[in-house]
């Protein structure tokens, strides 16, 4: 499986999905237990040869017709990918000819209404991110958008999400390495209390988009690959053309902070519903 919920057994499960990331075996595995046990970096290794965020940038941004805000992400280069787990490891560079519009914050309960006219959700309140919405859903949410407004919604891609989500930085977070300093930008396991939270409440990103880190995992475009990174083209890739599994960006509410980094992959089902899992839309044409 590949999605784990903190319920009861959840610290476990955490930790397996962990180790079965690294493939390591015998005292490495015991060395790395025992130090996910004991608090110490959950940010995933990646300090070695990361650098610091950059300094936040002016956005601009503009409001749709369900009031929904987007932030105009500028056309540029990244390396994609970490040195930390080996979904993530085949590090590449991508290219963005173009800037594009994407969800300041995941979509919300309300403006989810306005469009399906219906939320299946878990916690109730319109300023929470919608949830338990499938990778069907969401892409429903966007089709019925854009023909409301004669444009074009979809979700983003994995390399846009994760473009978007450094706004430049190479650390294992938007801001910085130190995932002491999480609950600043995310609503995680740690100070989450067992739910969602209102989008936009944690600080934004050096490009002003909130929520990259936690709050609820986000649907993207892309079928899931573990290998696509090592074959993925360098110009605005959408991953590959067919697949299983549809890709989870993100971390959410009920994760540790190693499931919240920038590079962190995770895929599942495209009718698979969680009350940690939402989205948020780019906007392909004004």
Same mark, same amino acid.
């Given at each position: ?11 476990? %499960?955490?930790? %397996?999905?962990?180790?079965?990331? %690294? ?8 060395? /790395?237990? %025992? ?7 959950? !940010? ?13 940038k ?14 105009? /992400? ?8 970490? !040195?930390?787990?080996s979904?993530?490891?085949?590090v590449?560079t ?14 919300? @309960? ?12 878990? *916690? @109730?309140d ?5 949830e338990r919405?499938?990778?069907?859903? +969401?892409?429903? *949410? ?16 994995e390399?846009?999400?994760?473009? +978007?989500?450094?706004?430049g930085?190479?650390?294992? *977070? ?9 609950g ?16 936009g ?11 990259m ?6 649907w993207?475009?892309?079928?899931? @690959?573990e ?6 083209? +360098? ?5 590959? &053309?067919?697949? @299983? *599994? ?24 495209p009718?698979?519903? &969680? ?12």
């Open positions: 499986m590949a999605f784990w919920k903190v319920t009861e057994m959840g610290k476990k %499960l955490n930790i %397996l999905r962990i180790v079965m990331d %690294l493939g390591l075996a015998g005292i490495i595995v015991t060395v /790395i237990l %025992l130090k996910l046990f004991t608090g110490n970096n959950d !940010s995933g290794n990646e300090k070695s040869s990361e650098t610091p965020a950059v300094a936040a002016p956005v601009e941004v503009m409001t749709n017709s369900i009031g929904m805000t987007l932030v105009k /992400i500028p056309a540029g280069s990244f390396s994609m990918g970490s !040195s930390s787990y979904k993530e490891t085949a590449h991508v290219n963005f000819a173009a800037d594009f519009w994407l969800g300041q914050h995941e979509v919300t @309960q309300a403006q989810y209404r306005q469009i399906m006219e219906a939320s299946p959700i878990r *916690f @109730q319109d300023t929470l991110p919608a919405v499938s990778w069907e859903d +969401a892409a429903e *949410f966007c089709r019925r958008l854009g023909a409301r407004e004669n444009k074009t919604y979809r979700l983003p891609t390399a846009e999400w994760e473009y +978007a989500c450094r706004a930085s190479r650390a294992a *977070f938007c801001f910085g390495d130190d995932d002491s300093r999480l600043e930008y995310a609503w995680y396991d740690a100070i989450a209390g067992d739910k969602t939270h209102p989008v409440t944690r600080k934004p990103n050096a490009w002003g988009l909130y929520d880190h936690g709050n609820v995992w986000e993207c475009l892309d079928w899931y @690959q290998e696509f990174y090592s074959v993925s083209p +360098a110009a605005d890739p959408k991953g590959p &053309d067919s697949g @299983q *599994f549809r890709v989870l960006r993100g971390g959410c509410w009920y994760n540790r902070p190693v499931f919240c980094r920038s590079a962190r992959r995770d895929f599942n089902g009718d698979y519903r &969680d009350d940690g899992v939402g989205f948020r839309v780019v906007l392909v044409d004004r």
